[in-house]
Each structure stands twice: as C-alpha cells, then as structure tokens.
C-alpha cells in the first residue's frame, strides 16, 4: 500500500511539472510577443537590458526564469519552516511537552495547537540572544549594502552555527564525522597541518570553522532528540509512582474492574498543579540550553 502511495506522489510530481512547463512554453512562445520584438529588432529599437543577477539568484542560484526552477523554489519555500524548527530549539520542547501529556494520561489535553504556539513562543524566547546576532551581524550590514546575499548568508550561519555545537554532544559529533569521514586540523609551528586524532575530549566550538552544516545539523538533532527523551524519562517517574500507588489501592479493595487511570488522573493533575508543574518545566527546558 504504501509502494502504491509513493508511486501516486512521483506521477503526481511529474504531472505538475509538465504542466508548469507547458504553461511556461506557451506563454514565452506567445506569437504576439514574438511578434513585437521582431519588428523591434528589424526598427533598430534597443530592447531593455536583461537583468544580470538578483538576491535570489545570488542566493541560491534560482532566478525564477524556467519551469523546474520555480518548481525547486517552491519545494524549498515549502520546506524552509521545517528545516529553521529543526534547527533551533523547537525540536526539544515540543517532544518535551508531549511526554508530558503521555505521562499524565491527559489524550488531547492540552491541545496540539495550545502545546505548537507554546513551543514557538518558548523558541523565541530562547533564540532572541542568536536572532539578535544574526540581525546585528548578518541583515543590517546586508541591508545597507555592506554584503551580498551569499556572505549575508554566511555570516548569518556562523552564531547559529555556534549555538548548535554548544547543544551537540561530542559523542553524536564524532559519530557524523566519521560517517563523513570528515577530519580536523591543528597547526604546528611550521604552519602545516595536524590530524585530530579522535580519541580524547575534543571542544568542537574551537574548530567551528572547519565543520560543515552537513555534520553539524544532523548532529544537533540527534543530540536534541537524545537529551529529549532524558527529560522525558524523569518527567514518567513521580506520575508512574501515582499510577503504581493507585493501581495496587485498588487491587487490595477488590476494585479490579475499575480502571487505575481514570482514577489516578485527578491526583496527577492535582499534583502537577500544587508544585506549579508548568513553570518548573518550563525552567528547566529553557534553562537546560547553553549559551556560553
């Protein structure tokens, strides 16, 4: 079934590209057009300039100007949500808060809707000190025409670069790079080059310049989905005390057809309430990620 669902997808995909490629035939090959820049040529008249290049183009090489160009704009445009939450602290809180909801056997409260803005705005409020850098270091000088688009780019990268390797653990680095089979370097007196070698504790902030994005992003989010899961695992524990208390109450009364989560679930939201659960969890999310 699922074979069947991703074939649908590709025939899907390609007839939406030879749509948006016959369309744009049609409308370049319009005889009308055609016409007027002939008897423009013939008159002698000079036709405007084609642009030579623009930020998009710059950017990342797409100027909107042919039919699979626009389609690959669209795909990234779609997905650039997706890739900017994956690499800020999004990922964490979200599965963070819907341990949460498991843990107190709560279903669908509180929403999904209520759980994704809260983690947004928890977002924001741990990445302003790097949103910040990055408009003082990478969008004003861009803005008053200091960069181009690609080093604007570039310099944009570098603290985000910087709050990710603070998040990743050595271990998940060391493991991306072999994959990569990527190498760092020391320089000795001479200036020549020196293998680290992979043994020992190595600070990888220090060698920020030499990892690459490739290495380092799918390292942050296994670190993030990792350490996720170990706050999940602590916020299980007092709530599967309450769960094991009530369960084994009503086994000693005789009440086994009575369902130990529908009783236990008052006392879980009673208890997470009384010790102000929502502002001790968010503490130690936030307080949870290195700045320095």
């Known amino acids: 079934m699922k074979v069947f669902k991703i074939a649908r997808f590709f025939v899907f995909f390609a ?10 035939m049609t409308v370049t090959s319009a005889p009308g057009e ?12 000079e036709l405007a300039p084609e642009p030579e290049s623009s930020a998009l183009n710059d950017l990342i090489g797409v100027d909107g100007s042919q039919p699979l160009e626009i ?35 709560t279903q669908s409260t509180p929403p999904n809707q209520v759980l994704t803005g809260l983690a947004l705005f928890l977002t924001m409020f741990i990445m302003w000190p790097v949103f910040a850098q990055i408009n ?31 998040q990743t653990t050595p271990a998940n680095m060391r493991f991306f790079m072999d994959l990569a089979d990527a190498t ?32 380092v992003i799918p390292s942050f989010m296994i670190s993030e989905l990792s350490r996720a899961f170990q ?16 369960a084994s109450t009503l ?30 969890l968010v503490g130690a999310i936030v307080t949870s990620f290195r700045y320095g």
Request: charged share 15%; aromatic share 10%; hydrophobic share 55%.
């Open 231 to 246: 706050m999940g695992f602590l916020l299980f524990i007092p709530f599967l005390i309450i769960d094991m208390v009530v």
């Open 184 to 215: 760092l370097f020391d320089l000795d007196e001479e200036g020549n080059q020196i293998p680290i070698l992979p043994t020992g504790e190595v600070n990888y902030l220090n060698y920020q310049e030499q990892l690459s994005l490739r290495v």
């Open 136 to 166: 003082d270091e990478a969008y004003r000088p861009y803005v008053n025409g200091e960069y181009t688009a690609w080093e604007a780019v570039e310099e944009a990268g570098k603290p985000l670069k910087t709050f990710m390797l603070r």
């Open 71 to 105: 389609l690959l704009l669209i795909t990234i445009l779609s997905v650039a949500p997706s890739i900017l939450l994956m690499m800020t602290s999004f990922t964490r809180i979200i599965i963070v808060f819907g341990f949460l909801r498991n843990a107190m056997s």
């Open 34 to 45: 055609t016409g007027l820049m002939a008897d423009a040529a013939n008159e002698g008249v």
């Open 251 to 280: 086994m000693s009364m005789g009440m086994m057809m009575l369902p130990p989560a529908m009783i236990s679930l008052p006392f879980k939201i009673m208890l997470f309430v009384l010790v102000d659960g929502w502002q001790m």
């Open 15 to 24: 007839v939406i590209a030879l749509f948006v490629s016959m369309l744009t």
